[in-house]
């Protein structure tokens, strides 16, 4: 699920054609992110890559990413499974950059 109200006001913070980049800027940083998790083989180091996804997915108002990436983060700090976050960010997340990617000016009534 998509915070449209999130989009409009980063909209309104940096304009049409900024938004644009920093949505093609935030792609690219998410799949970096997502193959860094994927190599992560410590504790610690899986919690810093889903607390960096978090902050990307709530900056961009992705919200059940970020709650996935949370959910993964406190299991890595508790010495829990992260798999199924894992699984579940690795799918969601470009699915969620392409759906914003191809639905914001629609959404949130930009030209």
Not at 57 to 66: K, Q
Not at 82 to 104: D, G, I, K, N, Y
Request: negative net charge; aromatic residues 6%; charged residues 25%.
């Amino acid at each position: 699920m998509i915070d449209w109200s999130r989009v409009s006001e980063l909209h309104e913070e940096v304009g049409d054609d900024a938004l644009g980049e920093v949505l093609e800027l935030f792609s690219s940083e998410v799949a970096e992110g997502l193959a860094r998790l994927a190599q992560a083989n410590s504790a610690t180091a899986i919690a810093a890559e889903f607390h960096f996804l978090k902050g990307a997915a709530l900056n961009l108002g992705l919200d059940e990413v970020a709650q996935i990436c949370a959910k993964g983060e406190e299991n890595a700090r508790n010495g829990v499974m992260t798999e199924a976050q894992r699984l579940a960010v690795t799918e969601q997340f470009p699915a969620s950059c392409q759906e914003l990617s191809s639905q914001w000016r629609d959404r949130i009534g930009a030209n």
